[in-house]
């Protein structure tokens, strides 16, 4: 039986993970996720672990207010709450999209410039303000915040465990980054899915993910792997027109609960 086996919640988009027991969904995915990101404070470009690793190792945890709490090793602990969604807009870049959202202020920017040792911004999205995914693929209403181009991502957890024999090493189900983790399926049975359930919510599967140099970093200590693993031996058979594919990208149709243990039902 396909069950639900782990939930994960990324508040700040390139930090630390969440795992949770349950969680709710909204029009943006599960709860919380991805609704901050630090840009670089002169161009408003995000900035991620791509080519700031020790972002791995800070903690940015998300509240029922929906603000944050800052924690990183040798610095106190700082809350933030969430900006005004009208207020102290700032131009802000991640990929393709250009958007104006909330900055969460100086005091958030000093301690977060502090710990990456480059000038940066806190900011926020909140719905009104959120992208719409990249054209072509799912709905042209479809929505995201600040994960890279979709709100959920699934990976079947005998998929992790085919990577990692490949390697040769257990490898951490937090170097992918996913949302949802499905047991009980064959591994990459989710490259076939279209249309799934978990509870009473319906999801749709929109676009394999596309894998980058991320996946080489230790969750645990943000070091680089020296061998490039596991992207490259993702890369020697998980190769596909346009990217190194591993994981699925969906869009929740409904906005329920969702709990660990929860079946999943493939629906098409």
């Known amino acids: 039986m396909l069950q639900l086996s782990s939930i994960y919640r990324f508040p700040l988009k390139s930090s630390k993970g969440e795992s949770l027991s349950q969680v709710r969904l909204d029009p943006l995915g599960v709860e919380g996720d991805r609704r901050w990101m630090l840009v670089d404070e002169a161009s408003g470009r995000f900035l991620t672990q791509r080519t700031h690793p020790h972002m791995s190792q800070l903690s940015a945890l998300w509240n029922a207010n929906g603000g944050l709490t800052l924690k990183a090793d040798g610095f106190e602990a700082l809350e933030v709450p969430v900006p005004q969604a009208d207020s102290d807009l700032r131009g802000v870049t991640i990929w393709r999209d250009t958007l104006r959202v909330p900055d969460a202020g100086d005091e958030a920017a000093g301690w977060l410039s502090r710990f990456i040792d480059q000038r940066v911004r806190l900011v926020h999205v909140p719905l009104a303000r959120a992208r719409t995914t990249e054209s072509g693929y799912g709905r042209d209403d479809d929505k995201v915040a600040f994960a890279d181009g979709y709100p959920l991502l699934l990976i079947g957890q005998a998929s992790l465990d085919d990577i990692s024999d490949k390697v040769g090493r257990p490898l951490e ?96």
């Open 173 to 268: 189900m937090l170097r992918f980054r996913p949302n949802l983790v499905v047991s009980g399926s064959a591994a990459f049975a989710e490259d076939g899915w279209k249309r799934v359930r978990i509870g009473e919510v319906e999801f749709r599967v929109v676009k394999s993910c596309s894998r980058c140099i991320l996946t080489t970093i230790d969750p645990h200590t943000g070091e680089r792997d020296a061998q490039r693993e596991p992207l490259n031996t993702l890369m020697s058979y998980r190769k596909q027109e346009g990217g190194t594919m591993f994981g699925q990208n969906l869009v929740n149709d409904s906005h329920g609960l969702l709990e660990v243990g929860m079946p999943v039902t493939v629906l098409e």
